[in-house]
């Protein structure tokens, strides 16, 4: 039967990575012997201290609505945090705003800031959500494509030119899923220009903020060109903590703008679950012991695979500078596109990927390649790619 559906729905298709995680396990429970490597899932357990005080609240029947922006001494710690790392004040009170999940943080930021008729700039190859998000607002995302020749950068000129009367907000990541670079501070620099002379707002999603290697320092653009005023900076404790089935996020900003945002917040999910808070403030202020030691296996894993890389003729790919995915560049090897490589190796060799193009128009002739199962797993997944791809010749 045909449904009547809403015609924002129209334009928006599944989110690729679920689409393919979901995809991978089908794959498997049929009895194929597929190695998954296409979704941002770390395999660590969620530390033992999280864990348990997370069953302590529920023990001691923590279990009812908390405010809903969130407990204030987990609002607190965050405030405290981004003043430490980053030198601006928010004020827990009413400048933070604790999500479950950084998804849906990134979700009601949008829905905050965009009308119907507005531009969001989303410079790509970018997270698959981005652009949906801004479509269920009503609003039209304009891909700014990021050229892989240089290294993904954004300048100041590429951004002008995709600017119009419309033009509304700009959505960043840094750290970047999927390319792993960490911008810098010139090319924050030229985007807080931007936005300041033509008052837009950022919003900038820096959920992998943690996971930096050596010689990248991860910068927001809170920090450039008094853009504190215009931005709202996202998180989560999804990547840093491995954290993924807690649900649980933040954003931060300006007072002006987060009451706007706290209307989403109270008229979608009203807040994040209580208990799963009181997990969030125990990974905030306990050990950072286990994300040290997380980030040294991602580094660890991101040099192996890139070393492997170097030795595939006609593949090309830089040594990501934060996150945990590899971006190789397959445009050589004979394939008409990204989405035709990643179906081959999953016929081929039985390892699934994310094709480039599921990050927009700047991510075609890439895979993105996740180092987030079990090392196992990784070394004989990449190894098999790696092995299918140079004997194409
Ligand atoms: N932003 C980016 C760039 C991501 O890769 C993810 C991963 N899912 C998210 C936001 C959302 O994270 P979560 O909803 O698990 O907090
Ligand atoms: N962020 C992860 C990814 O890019 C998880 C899936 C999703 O939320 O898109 O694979």
């Known amino acids: 039967m045909e449904h009547r559906i809403s015609r924002k729905l129209g334009n928006i298709q599944r989110s690729a990575t679920m689409a393919l995680s979901d995809r991978a396990r089908a794959l498997r429970e049929s009895g194929h012997q597929v190695v998954n490597l296409a979704g941002g899932d770390p395999y660590f357990a969620t530390p033992e201290h999280v864990?348990?005080?997370?069953?302590?609240?529920?023990?001691?029947?923590?279990?009812?609505?908390?405010?809903?922006?969130?407990?204030?001494?987990?609002?607190?710690?965050?405030?405290?945090?981004?003043?430490?790392?980053?030198?601006?004040?928010?004020?827990?009170?009413?400048?933070?705003?604790?999500?479950?999940?950084?998804?849906?943080?990134?979700?009601?930021?949008?829905?905050?800031?965009?009308?119907?008729?507005?531009?969001?700039?989303?410079?790509?190859?970018?997270?698959?959500?981005?652009?949906?998000?801004?479509?269920?607002?009503?609003?039209?995302?304009?891909?700014v494509p990021l050229s892989s020749e240089e290294n993904f950068e954004i300048s100041r000129s590429q951004l002008e030119s995709f600017l119009s009367p419309h033009t509304k907000a700009i959505v960043l990541n840094t750290p970047n899923n999927p390319t792993g670079r960490v911008f810098g501070a010139a090319e924050l620099q030229d985007i807080a220009m931007v936005a300041e002379a033509r008052d837009l707002i950022i919003i900038s999603d820096e959920i992998y903020e943690d996971i930096v290697f050596e010689g990248a320092v991860h910068r927001s653009p809170v920090e450039f060109q008094n853009c504190a005023h215009r931005t709202l900076v996202v998180s989560g404790f999804s990547k840093t903590y491995a954290m993924t089935g807690w649900r649980l996020g933040h954003v931060s900003g300006p007072r002006s703008l987060m009451k706007e945002v706290l209307k989403v917040q109270e008229h979608t999910v009203g807040e994040a679950g209580s208990f799963i808070q009181r997990g969030g403030l125990a990974a905030l202020a306990g050990d950072q012991g286990p994300v040290r030691a997380m980030v040294a296996e991602y580094a660890r894993r991101r040099e192996w695979a890139y070393k492997k890389f170097q030795d595939v003729p006609r593949l090309s790919c830089a040594l990501p500078e934060g996150t945990f995915y590899l971006f190789p560049d397959v445009s050589d090897l004979g394939f008409s596109d990204s989405h035709s490589c990643a179906q081959w190796l999953i016929e081929s060799c039985g390892v699934v990927v994310t094709p480039g193009s599921a990050f927009g128009a700047g991510g075609e002739g890439h895979i993105r390649l996740s180092l987030t199962a079990p090392p196992s797993t990784v070394e004989a997944g990449i190894s098999r790619l790696c092995e299918a791809l140079s004997a194409l010749g």
């Open 51 to 143: 864990v348990m005080a997370a069953r302590s609240a529920l023990a001691e029947g923590f279990t009812h609505y908390t405010s809903s922006r969130g407990l204030l001494e987990l609002r607190a710690a965050i405030a405290a945090r981004f003043r430490e790392r980053r030198g601006v004040v928010r004020d827990p009170a009413d400048e933070v705003i604790i999500t479950p999940s950084a998804k849906h943080a990134v979700f009601i930021s949008l829905m905050a800031v965009l009308d119907p008729g507005d531009e969001v700039l989303v410079p790509t190859p970018s997270w698959v959500s981005y652009g949906a998000m801004a479509r269920l607002a009503g609003a039209r995302p304009v891909p």
